[in-house]
């Protein structure tokens, strides 16, 4: 009698492919940011004691060279630690708030920064620079529809995360209070986008977001 | 010892209160004493100058100079949370 020779059970199971990793965070490194902090670079003072949470500019703001120092600002809006997180974000505040003309001649150096904080796809990263964006293009005229141009290489990133919303049925979502939800923060950073984008603004955005809906031709 | 006497200035405040609900002048008392002066009146005796940069649209300071020499900028908008307000003070002349 012929025993046949049985083959092993093979289980038949396909290779599953790796993960893209579309949303997972990704580190930077270090940022020129905190290098030049470090060598006490920049124009401000450290404070320990400060309720207002304010940082004291040992030159006036108006006397800087935006070419210089707002592109390494924004440079360290990657960072997470104390204090860099802090100055970078108080420093790009204070410099849009106060700079008038001299922002949009600096916006081509900005755009490789902002792209560099995004594509980290770290929260608190992508909350404070997409408040920064909302920041930029208020801040001085033309600067909406100067970043026009740019928009491919700022919004995919925006396209992954637009519909990063917390389902909580009934319950409260407290980080819509505090300005923390990133697919409401995109939403509002599109919105704005187009207001201040002038008349190419939408089309430009509805071809790198397309669930993306016009807040002003409805 | 001889102490070292100190002479009181002309504007030296009569009292002081503390708000307990905000508005302008609240406002304006947080921005002065963020930068540390009591007021608009110290900061003009302690920095020899009549000129305060302001907000034009709506009259908010807008820089201050430190006693050490630094700058503190300010919002176009209110700054000054609910929280800090009865730690402010407003001091009456």
Not at chain 1, 28 to 38: A, D, H, L
Not at chain 1, 77 to 103: N, W
Not at chain 2, 40 to 64: A, M, S
């Amino acid at each position: 009698m012929m025993k046949t020779k049985q083959q092993p059970s093979c289980t038949n199971k396909k290779p599953e492919p790796p993960l893209a990793g579309a949303f997972k965070e990704r580190c930077t490194g270090g940022t020129s940011f905190k290098k030049f902090y470090e060598r006490g670079d920049f124009p401000i003072a450290l404070e320990h004691d400060t309720k207002g949470n304010k940082i004291a500019w040992k030159v006036e703001i108006e006397k800087l060279d935006y070419h210089h120092y707002l592109p390494l600002f924004f440079d360290g809006l990657c960072e997470t630690s104390h204090p860099y997180e802090f100055f970078a974000r108080q420093g790009v505040h204070d410099m849009l708030e106060h700079g008038g003309s001299k922002i949009l001649p600096v916006i081509p150096q900005l755009i490789i920064p902002i792209k560099n904080a995004l594509n980290t796809r770290c929260h608190k990263v992508l909350c404070t620079t997409l408040k920064v964006l909302q920041h930029l293009v208020v801040s001085a005229e033309m600067v909406g529809e100067a970043l026009v141009p740019y928009y491919r290489q700022i919004l995919p990133v925006m396209n992954i995360f637009k519909n990063k919303n917390l389902n909580s049925g009934d319950g409260i979502d407290y980080s819509q209070q505090k300005r923390e939800n990133v697919g409401d923060l995109i939403q509002e950073t599109l919105e704005a986008f187009e207001r201040y984008g002038g008349e190419d603004a939408f089309i430009n955005i509805k071809y790198m977001v397309p669930t993306y809906e016009s807040c002003m031709l409805n | 010892m001889a102490t070292a006497v100190r002479m009181p200035s002309a504007n030296q405040p009569k009292s002081m209160t503390r708000p307990t609900r905000w508005n302008e002048e609240v406002e304006e008392a947080y921005r002065f004493q963020i930068a540390g002066y009591r007021d608009e009146i110290e900061y003009r005796e302690v920095q020899k100058t009549d000129h305060v940069d302001r907000w034009p649209h709506n009259g908010y300071v807008k820089k201050l100079v430190r006693r050490d020499g630094c700058f503190y900028y300010y919002n176009r908008t209110r700054e000054c949370p609910d929280k800090q307000i009865n730690k402010t003070k407003l001091y009456e002349y």
